[in-house]
């Protein structure tokens, strides 16, 4: 019953996510994402109190997922430079994300700027990867692979890069290959605030 | 007769930059334009064939305008590295622009993904944009300002971190001082592509 359930939640997310990138958030009503997952209004209502709720819980778990991803590839890296590398090497399973979900992007920018409770929950977690950014180049700063840089300001310039290059993907996917380009670019970039003393290998862990 | 056409035209831009970005384009008819801008039908399209021309037309008066920008900024620097970093100084205009044009980016980039007459004209600048500074990287790199770059993939840094800083700066104008943000990244970068040749100043034009 509980899994029925929970069967029915993921087939609800993602008629959603197909109407949402293709049609627009707007013009897709709950009436319709019941139609084409079969699901009934009651079971709709019992897993999101609103269709803005079942949008913002779309941008949560994709997060959720993001995060995991970049974690995992920080954790398995020997150096700040190198870890953030490899992060730049996960945008590969974003861009070729098959199921739409980067179509989505576009939906929840616009959508953020027309729906107050959709931009808090929106510009959250962009902070955040600030924030979060900051502190991994603070501790490139501290372990000596990466030159005195100011923490802040490279936090925005990675999220920065990560969102023109999302932005590029959505828009012209056919126009370079975009997961290469990141990377990259990704590596020039760090290439230029590196020490020099991550060139070789750090000599401890 | 040939000021006061103009100035109808003006007028009737004004009103669209302003319904556009408040309302969104899809939203917005041309009887609507017209009653805002007090201009009559006729008037309309004798100046724009279609919504879609006037709305494709305010995309290219921007970027004439940002391309005028950036060019002087070149002109008036020593090298390509300040170059850069002034071309990035001048981001103050764009961001600034207190005439609504930077919340049509936005709009632009959601009826790019719907309507493939305005994509073909949006997606053109964007790959232009990504050869000109291709371009310029190039020459930094031949006038020894800058360590051997692939240019391509400097070229899209930019863009994407260009883009990036609108996205942030029309979703989050409160966040930060997007203009200033965007001036400490790219001088960020830039210095990490530099030869170290140009940190201090390059000895002859």
Do not use: N
């Not at 019941?34 to 819980?57: M, N, T, V, W």
């Not at 994300?97 to 992007?105: T, V």
């Not at 027309?114 to 490139?140: C, H, L, N, S």
Request: hydrophobic share 40%; aromatic share 10%; proline share 3%.
């Amino acid at each position: 019953m509980q899994a029925r359930s929970q069967e029915t939640r993921k087939r609800i997310l993602r008629s959603a996510v197909r109407l949402f990138s293709e049609r627009g958030y707007e013009a897709t009503g709950v009436a319709q994402i019941c139609r084409d997952s079969e699901a009934s209004k009651g079971a709709f209502y019992h897993h999101f109190p609103s269709k803005q709720a079942l949008f913002i819980d779309l941008l949560k778990d994709w997060l959720r997922g993001l995060d995991a991803e970049l974690g995992r590839a920080l954790k398995s890296s020997a150096s700040v430079p190198d870890g953030l590398v490899a992060m730049a090497g996960r945008m590969k399973s974003v861009f070729s994300a098959a199921d739409g979900s980067i179509q989505l992007f576009l939906e929840f920018w616009q959508q953020a700027r027309r729906d107050t409770g959709v931009w808090k929950e929106f510009i959250a977690p962009y902070r955040r990867y600030q924030e979060y950014f900051a502190g991994i180049i603070k501790r490139g700063v501290d372990e000596g692979s990466l030159r005195p840089l100011d923490p802040r300001v490279a936090g925005q310039t990675f999220v920065a890069l990560a969102v023109g290059m999302l932005v590029q993907g959505v828009l012209d996917p056919d126009g370079a290959a975009w997961d290469k380009v990141t990377r990259d670019a990704v590596r020039m970039v760090i290439t230029g605030m590196s020490s020099g003393r991550e060139a070789t290998r750090p000599r401890r862990r």
